[in-house]
Each structure stands twice: as structure tokens, then as C-alpha cells.
Nanobody, 129 residues
Framework: QVQLVESGGGLVQAGGSLRLSCAASGGTFSNYAMAWFRQAPGKEREFVSVITWIGGATYYADAVKGRFTIFRGNRGNTLYLQMNRLKPEDTGVYYC??????????????????????WGQGTQVTVSS
């Protein structure tokens, strides 16, 4: 049974940094695309970043580009999100998602929540002003 477990959230002041982790188990994740989404109170879950299996391409939401970096551990079953220069609007619950990857998928495919087969339980990130 596939499980995704996020960790690393917390309370940080604006301008600070956090590193989120997502530990994946119950499957072979080297051929999975893995992503981070977030959900603020009263809002829908939104795409943050993805790293694909095909070529290890990375995509970012415009709101986090240049501040956040997504990467995977050497064995492919741990996903990270390094978040720098955090802003209050980055506050929310951050979720890890995973899906079996394939060739020829456009960027938009990875930014949709209904694309993902597996989700973690989320980790809270709060950025104070």
C-alpha cells in the first residue's frame, strides 16, 4: 500500500526558510512524478511544484518561482521542497502527491489535483509577518 508522509512544516517569520520532506513507501517511486500542492484556509488546493520521472524536469507555480526548489533524494523515494524568502501568503497546508509518470505529458497535466493517484496527509506551514 502506497503511503506518503510529509514533515518539516512549522511557524516561521517572513523572509525565513523551511525544508519540507515527503517520505514515500509501499511502491517503486523512481518512475513516479512527485509534486507539492498547498491549500490555504477557505481556498482550493493549488499546485506548487513538480519533479517528473521523465528527465527529472521541474515546474513551479509563478508565485514560488525563484524562491522554492523541489528535488528528490538519491533513491527516489523521498521528495523535498526547499522554501526560501517565505511570505505570509505561503501559509497553508502543504501536500505531497505522486503519480505514475509517462512520456509526452504537458506541464498542465502535472498541475491538476485530479491527476494524482496518491496524497499525503499534509504538513502545516505558517509564515508570520
Amino acid at each position: 500500500q502506497v503511503q506518503l508522509v510529509e514533515s518539516g512544516g512549522g511557524l516561521v517569520q517572513a523572509g525565513g526558510s523551511l525544508r519540507l520532506s515527503c517520505a514515500a513507501s509501499g511502491g517503486t517511486f523512481s518512475n513516479y512524478a512527485m509534486a507539492w500542492f498547498r491549500q490555504a484556509p477557505g481556498k482550493e488546493r493549488e499546485f506548487v511544484s513538480v519533479i517528473t520521472w521523465i528527465g527529472g524536469a521541474t515546474y513551479y507555480a509563478d508565485a514560488v518561482k525563484g524562491r522554492f526548489t523541489i528535488f528528490r533524494g538519491n533513491r527516489g523515494n523521498t521528495l523535498y521542497l526547499q522554501m526560501n524568502r517565505l511570505k505570509p501568503e505561503d501559509t497553508g497546508v502543504y501536500y505531497c502527491g505522486a503519480l505514475p509518470d509517462g512520456y509526452g505529458r504537458p506541464r498542465d497535466y502535472y498541475s491538476r489535483t485530479d491527476t494524482y493517484n496518491y496524497w499525503g496527509q499534509g504538513t502545516q506551514v505558517t509564515v508570520s509577518s
